[in-house]
């Protein structure tokens, strides 16, 4: 009757269950409570007993086994349903006024499951990997505390059942973000860097809300189900309100997944430990605003406007950050481009309608980039030590610099050859994983006539190659620029690194596989994972082919899919085969002998200049403006003129009086009194 | 009414020399004691008035006298506590109510 | 348990409220210095513990005012004392009497002189506030509006900081001057009563149905609104906050953002607008007043952007904030009126907790100023997670309370100012631009100055204030709808009153600005 914190409104953790198909998903709420148990128990430790490591090490990795071991189980359960509905679980009412309500609840379908079962499996294998990384930190508990934490808004962010939820999520992984770049907030140039993720990324959460809050004007509804099944009979096809609800989506996509122009952020995030650069600023955060867009397929495939934005801007993204990539010198940043670009074939994907394709590129990307990022962790961790132990230059621009390093290969064999593995998975040479869900982006390209973004991506494709050929020659070949002394004390990672290693370059290998298009020559058609997610993108997909039609089976300089999948990986492995050779070659000076290039490749060095732009056109005048409001409009205008000025005015009229009538004599005052007595008594006697 | 007029002159000089008093004197306690006189001159006036006007006017006398007692209980405190800061009851060495 | 149950249903409750903690404060000027503040403290705590079942007794739904008393006081002048709660209010007579025995707790050490005054003071505003919130007779309103003011100019004046007689001057006159121009419009209120009805009256329920001719309705309303406004504070009336909250003590500071802005607000809500809905409607004026509040959501952002004084940065963050809750108010659409209301309570909360976590640094270090701290996750870890939880709740992290509220305020002003709502939702941009670099300087960075190598943690007693804030930050972001269900119905309801009062009440003759000349209520009767 009085309602309020009783159980009648909280229906515990069990749920309503809105029943379809034949799907029961198993514990869905645990997949999320896990992490955020290993959450408060890690930050409990991290404040009363930071030094129980044996501890943290249980907790932080354990729990996300036991999530991914529950995303096991209900994929497997999802697997065994066939083709079932969404399943909804919802366990309380968030926020409810009038017709507005927003339950805390978890959609359980195709999309969101296998997210969660990416998510769980890349964060396992980084936090094992973690504990081996972390190892000396005296920040341990409090690492995976945040970790763990991250991981939690991670799977609300994939799992959420409506919009504000999924915002609950991404704020909160923009969040941990901010804690985890800043992780060794001593040194400024991190907190900077923490600090400029999360203002950028609110950029992005603006446009997000803006979404929101125009979807629930035009459609009336904040839940996924409800806003898909109403919005294409609510909202005209192409017409603006869809233009304008994507496009604000979009923006939140692009601050939350570094597109251009707010790319800005994820270069400078690679302050943070490199496990977290894997995970979060590779693997899992970085994806959001791809699952987003595949999320909110119907809307977006309402709104061809928007598509091509976001095509192009996936397309643009990819050829830029790539072109960066080829210049840069720190190993981390190399990778962190290489990511943008990477996510800018995501985009590609799904603004051309190629959902399951975005996604495909998604899950294999998490995989091999999350290596490569381990990998350069193992490398960075390696050289550090050793340095260190030698007595030389450890700091962070010393250990992470490419032209420091080379010929490690013989030092760090796990990781060498793990690394290989990854960079070969990238530049998309058969069979490994990248292979396969890239081809998939480019022949969307051109099957959709879009040859202008078809042949950036195969450039693209080709830059790729080279850069991360680059990377590894810099990196493992040719003379070791690293000094005698300290190559004596440069150690293979422990196994607890290397075993994760071996995991993600098995994974490499095989998760291309779970979807091999029929086009390709002489290989079995498996279409797997369109198979799988086609009832997530099937309201999507029955728009686009209301509206647009059918992809052709050509590209448009002729040929089929699988004579130009052939063609790009010749190219690419043509890219490889020169830039080893030629690289293996070439002497580098060292970091502090180096001399910066200039032209064309210091243009690339300097990445286009992005972040001098921004500084000296944004960030400087707004600066100035800032203090200008304050100075001069609010102090002195406001304050100064109309505040203190009616004061002042007030206060000059009372010295004025004060001087001529108030002389301070009590005599003069009772004289003056007397006379206006004498002067009323005058007035009433005549 | 025998005295009449004689009285109201008198509570008239009475109340000039008060005033005058107050207007010249520089003394605090003096100026204090010329306000009583004042007042008592007011006083005077009521009384002689009130054969003619009725009891109300000896009913006021009483309020002024009370009022006259708090007003003497704190303006010689006032006097006092300002004797203690300044070691002078001069009215011109003192100029606090100009602001 | 019927009697308890009767009590809460019965005005005896609010009565008690409201006088309870003055009359405390009486007895405080009483007590011996070293234990008074013991015994503010526990009168405090009593005040709280009974009010909070007031929360569950309150009847959701009831839309009506419950609690209602009126009793004549100066009947020649129908003047009653009628109070009531309603949804409207109910949280806010919370709050108030949440933060009073926290505001206690943080003066505890920061208080050192002249004691039995200063929670004399503290306890009387109390009085002040909660009468503003149930007051419901414009006279009695007006009454208890001043008598916050007192209390207020003195804490400010006697306990502030070094340049606290020029904050304390500047915020009494600065609001005095506000709530006199109240005081006239609502005598002409009063007599345009008396003439249409024949019968003196302030009741609020009266007076709403006083019609005003067209051309009076606009000045009285920005009688009114002028009051409020400074009192929001709206830009460009905001200046005497950042002085007032930089020379307040703590405890003065947590209740000036907490609840004194909110009385503005509230006045607004309460008042301003559904004794005046036609001009509340009108394009014209809800243009003007949501260009203020957008100014004072961009503008005091950016001017916070660069404050080098902690206080004064938090300060500016709460004009901006404001400026969310006003926008929602003029909205108008049950869902941003919901958002405003349960918005003041979050930014109650954690501005209030904000303030709270300066003046600890405060006593710890005796500075404000931004570029004196750094790298303080090292030696005060605890501090240092209240200080990012708090600052979080304040940005509109989602799963803190602020974002319920700025969500609800955005969504609902959206559905009908679309093109003001992009802009002032901007401002969820520059919140964080504000406040993260001012933990990143404070919180982050390396630990360089060799003061704050040595810094306490905090004490149990300050943990004891700052949990509870920060554990109803996280209830009221997750678990809002005990909260929102209380709200929604009085706000919905007051957007509809509104809506249908311009249709309802007819316009007397148009352009009549001499009072006499307004309809006669003996005629009438």
Redesign the interface.
Known sequence: M????GLN??SGLAGQVAEGGGFNPFLPAWIILFPFIGFVVNAAIA?LAPNQRRRVSLVGPGVLGLALALAVINFVLLLGAGESEPVVRSY???????H?RIDAALQLDQLSIFMALVVTAVSFVIHVYSVGYMQKDPGYARYFAYLNLFVFFMLVLVLAANF?LV??GW??VG?CS?LLI?FW????KK??A??KA??VN??G??GF??G???I??YVGSLDFIAVFEIAPRALQYGGAAVTMITLFLFLGCVGKSAQIPLFVWLPDAMEGPTPVSALIHAATMVTAGVYLIARAGVLFALAPLTMNVVAITGAATAFIAATIAVQQVDIKRVIAYSTISQLGYMFLAVGLGAFTAGIFHLATHAVFKALLFLASGAVIHALHDALHNAREDASEAASQDMRNMGGLRTYLPTTYRTAWVAALALAGVFPLAGFFSKDEILWAAAAHGQTVLWVIGVVTAVLTAGYITRWIVMVFHGESRVSSKARKHLQPAARVMGIPLIVLGVGSLLAGWMNVSGALPLLPEFTWLHDFLHPSFAGAESVLAAHVGEPSHAAPLGGGEGTWAVISTVLAAVAIVAVFRILSERKYARAKDAVAPTGVMGFLYHKWYVDEVYDALIIRP??A???F??RV??RAL??GV??NGT?AVTRVM?RIG?FVI??????S???VF?LGVLIVLGAVAF | MPLLQESLALSAILFVVGTVGVLIRRNAIVMFMCIELMLNAVNLTLVALSRQVGIEGQIFVLFVMTVAAAEAAVGLAIIISIFRHYESVDVQHFRLLRW | MTLISDLYHSHWIVTFLVFFPGLAGLLCLFIPARRVKRVAFYAALIEFLVSAPLFWTFTIGDTSFQNFVSIPWVPDWGIAYSVGVDGISLLLILLTTFLLPISVLVSWEQINEKEPAYYAMLLLLGTGMLGVFVALDLFLFYVFWEVTLIPMYFLIGVWGHNRRIYAAVKFFLYTAFGSLLMLVALLVLFWLHLDQFGVPSFAYADLLRVSVPVALRYWLFLGFALAFAIKVPLFPFHTWLPDAHVEAPTAGSVLLAAVLLKMGVYGFLRFAIPLFPEVALDQRVILVMLVLCLLGIIYTAWVAAVQPNIKKLIAYTSVAHLGFIVLGIFAMTGASVTGGIIQMVNHGLSTGTLFILAGLLYQRRHTYEISDYGGLAKVVPLFCAALVVTALASIGLPGLNGFVGEFLILLGAFQKYPWMTLLSATGVIFAAYYLLPMIRRVVWNALDKPENEKLIDLTRLELAVVVPLLLLMVLMGVYPKPFLDRIAPSAEALAEQIYSARQLRHDPVEGRLVLRDAPSGRERR
Do not use: H, K, N
Not at chain 1, 185 to 188: L, T, V
């Open positions: 009085v309602g309020g914190f409104t909280v404040f309380w009412t968030w926020i409810e006024v009038g507005l504000p915002f609950v704020e909160g969040l901010y800043g907030y001593s040194d400024p907190s900077a923490g600090l999360f203002v609110r950029i959460d603006f809300l803006m929101m809050f125009a629930f004007a707004f600066q403006l800032a203090r409001c304050w409009i609010d406001i304050d109309m505040v004061a009372g004060s108030q002389t301070g004599y009590v005599g005052y009772v004289l007397l």
